[in-house]
């Protein structure tokens, strides 16, 4: 009866949200289990970001609902993003869901799944469904424990779960560490100000000792994540010699021995200041991986959508990290379809992007949040031309992928080796610039950093051999 499945929907935050979470069931007796068939209680971690999003785990919600009616006890929530903004308003497409915790209530999961399970134990069950959206202050301290997977596995193995029997799982190498909730920007397309809140930043000292914890599990990589993190604890944190509170922690961060590769999502352009470009010059455990968001390329698109930059500034932030760090890899949102966007304002979106010259980019088609400024917008653009926009960026980012990919064969790459592959014969890992590996390896070799010569290259993935030479017991 305590077997918990979490799946979750949408960005990384949301990953780690679901860690968070696992970490606080587990820590009361529960066991995360890998299968959704076979739980007792299921948890559906939610996006919102674009409706095809909602709509994804509406759909899951209404189809594991009617396991409720061979397995009475089972218990189903709804969590994170969708929940918040929609709150108890689900429950009249979707009655039967026991439990809808918002953004900032992750940690009283454990709480609220106790109560529904001892009332139905007493043979009493709750008359209503557990409704909790509310605000929090401090929410953004209460995502801390981590569950890696190397203890789901022993949790598994402990229990005879047969899910993962035997099965040592790999240490995990690279780990999300969240240091900043919501978003003050009220860009005019997006929910996140509705979800995720006000800008809150986590204290510094809890961030550097959390990142220090997981480097002794043996993590070597960390993503320091939030919705605009380039604002990181700019009410918090004064400037020091011109360097930002974001700056200041990536310094932090940095000089943790262990810790051998920081990455970041998702900045803002507008935090990408002199301090930030510095950085790159001077901090090399900083991956050269840069994701800035664009969004539009045409200056006037920019303007409708609250977005305080110019294609202009924009270009010269990439022209300038790729003055400090020549090999930077870049990759970018955008939205095509946004109301109102001409041909001539979706052709400065495809110059810009060309000229760019991204390695990784995640092309949306403009979506009506309700709530938010641009649903009220008219003029919004027919599907078709969104998707004939949406098909000729992808085009686009394909040659390019392609076009990187064949520079670096016949190359030497510092790839971190992560574990086995999807068929557990090979090994994967990824470079510096993000790009995924497959190898042959010893499991040794997990979490070291090896040189790859990388011998063939697909629009995705680089395939090579270990340069053995210094690298002990690598065959
Ligand atoms: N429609 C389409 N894409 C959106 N995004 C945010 N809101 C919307 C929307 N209403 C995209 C933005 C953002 C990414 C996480 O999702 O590009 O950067």
Redesign the pocket.
């Known amino acids: 009866m305590n077997r918990v499945h979490i799946k979750t929907y949408g960005?990384q935050m949301n990953e780690r949200d679901s860690e968070a979470v696992a970490a606080m069931l587990r820590a009361r007796g529960y066991r995360i289990v890998a299968s959704e068939h076979d739980c007792d209680v299921l948890l559906l971690n939610t996006c919102s970001?674009?409706d095809a999003a909602e709509q994804k785990a509406i759909g899951k919600a209404a189809n594991i609902a009617h396991r409720k009616r061979h397995q009475p006890d089972f218990v189903l929530g709804i969590l994170g993003c969708m929940a918040q903004n929609r709150g108890a308003e689900l429950l009249d497409k979707l009655p039967d869901v026991d439990l809808i915790v918002g953004t900032q209530k992750f940690h009283q999961v454990p709480e609220y799944l106790e109560n529904i399970r001892a009332a139905r134990a007493a043979g009493v069950p709750l008359a209503t469904s557990i409704v909790d959206i509310a605000e929090e202050a401090g929410s953004q301290n209460t995502i801390r424990d981590h569950v890696l997977s190397q203890d789901v596995a022993a949790e598994s193995n402990a229990a005879g779960g047969a899910e993962n029997a035997g099965v040592d799982a790999p240490p995990q190498i690279s780990a999300f560490v969240s240091i900043q909730q919501g978003c003050n920007m009220d860009?005019a397309?997006?929910?996140?100000p509705k979800t995720r809140g006000d800008e809150r930043s986590r204290p510094m000292e809890d961030i550097v000792a959390e990142c220090r914890a997981l480097a002794e599990r043996g993590v070597r990589e960390v993503t320091l994540l939030g919705q605009i993190v380039t604002s990181y604890g700019r009410r918090d944190y004064a400037h020091t010699d011109g360097i930002s509170p974001f700056v200041q922690l990536l310094e932090r961060v940095s000089a943790i021995d262990g810790i051998d590769r920081i990455r970041f999502t998702?900045p803002h352009p507008r935090g990408f200041k002199q301090d930030l470009v510095d950085a790159y010059g001077r901090l090399p455990k900083l991956c050269g991986y840069v994701h800035l968001?664009m969004?539009s390329g045409s200056d006037r698109i920019l303007r409708a959508m609250n977005r305080p930059y110019t294609r202009e500034r924009y270009f010269e932030i990439v022209e300038a990290l790729r003055a400090v760090r020549p090999d930077m890899y870049f990759s970018t949102?955008?939205?095509v379809g946004f109301p109102g966007e001409t041909d001539e304002e979706f052709e400065q979106t495809r110059e810009l992007f060309e000229r760019c010259n991204y390695d990784m980019a995640?092309v949306?088609?403009?979506?009506?949040?309700s709530g938010?400024p641009?649903a009220e917008m008219g003029d919004q653009i027919p599907d078709e031309v969104k998707e004939a926009r949406n098909a000729t960026l992808l085009g686009l980012l394909q040659q390019n992928s392609v076009r990187r990919n064949a520079t670096l064969v016949g190359t030497v790459e510092e790839v971190l080796v992560e574990g086995p592959d999807k068929t557990g014969r090979k090994f994967t890992g990824r470079t510096r610039g993000n790009r995924v590996c497959i190898f042959d390896a010893n499991p040794r070799l997990i979490g070291q950093l090896v040189s790859l010569k990388i011998d063939r290259a697909s629009v995705s993935t680089l395939y090579g051999e270990l340069v053995l030479s210094g690298v002990p017991d690598a065959a």
Do not use: N
């Open positions: 960005c970001v674009r860009c397309f997006c929910i996140v998702s968001p969004q949102d955008i939205i995640y949306f088609k403009y979506s009506i949040r938010t641009a």
